[in-house]
Every structure is written in C-alpha cells, then in structure tokens.
C-alpha cells in the first residue's frame, strides 16, 4: 500500500510520462461549449475516456446528451466501439450529470507495467473522440438545431 505523498507522486509521473510519449495539445476543455468536457480517468481497476456534460442547466444538459445519442451509429461505427451512455450519471458529490465514456478494465496506474497499455489507449480512445467532434461539433454545439 502507498502512503498519500507516494501515491500522489506515481499519479505525477503516469501524467508526466504520458504527456513525453504523446506530446500534443489534447481538446479537452477546449470545446467551446461550457461545461462539455473530454477527460482522461484512471485509477487501479480500469481507464476510461469521458465525455462529460455538467451544464447546470438540466435542459441544455440534456439537449447536448441528446444531440451526442442521435450521433451514436456514426460514433460508434465510425470512431470509438464500447461506448456507454449515460444521461443521468451521479457524481459522489451528488451532482448529476451526462457521461459518455469508454472504459479498459484490468490495468492499475499503480503498476507501471500497464502504464504503456493505459497510454495506448488514451492515446487512440481520446484521438478517435477528439476526431468525431472535429466532425460533428458544429451541430452539436448548435442548440437551435432540432434534434
């Protein structure tokens, strides 16, 4: 078991690392929609990448949800398989928002010897995401649009 200071510093040296191996400016927060964010997750059981709607607007929240589930052939079949959608996702703070993620179960950002595997899937998972909004951003943006 790792005590706090040292569990904090393997998480500052996966970040570390993966930022060498994959130098480039991922989106992220930069979507121009507030509160629609893309984000990487690890913790020892598993890896996600999320797509995370926390519009404090349910409506708007939803509407964006939406927007994202009437594109989910196309995300799926053209970008990213094994997605989950989720359009009532609580937070252990109780917060509840819309997720979308696609998760690899069995690594551990505890045992470096997964830490090149979780890269990897960062790494194609978040560019594939990243890909298909580049694509489908300006509609999802849109809330004029009709869905």
Known sequence: MYSKEETQRL???????????????W???DTKIKDF????????????VLIDIEH?????RKIYFEKLESLRNVLEDDFVKD????????????KT??????????????????????????NEKMHAVEMFYLEYGDYIRDLKINT
């Open 83 to 94: 997605l989950v959608f989720e359009k009532d996702f609580v937070l252990e703070n109780g």
């Open 27 to 29: 989106v992220l927060y």
């Open 37 to 48: 964010s893309f984000k990487f997750y690890v913790d020892n059981k598993k890896a996600q």
């Open 11 to 25: 998480k500052r040296e996966f970040w570390v690392d993966f930022a060498e191996k994959y130098p480039r400016k």
């Open 56 to 60: 404090r607007s349910d409506d708007k």
């Open 97 to 122: 928002i819309s997720r979308i993620w696609v998760e690899k179960n069995g690594v551990s950002i505890s045992n470096r010897k997964y830490w090149d595997e979780i890269f990897g899937f960062f």
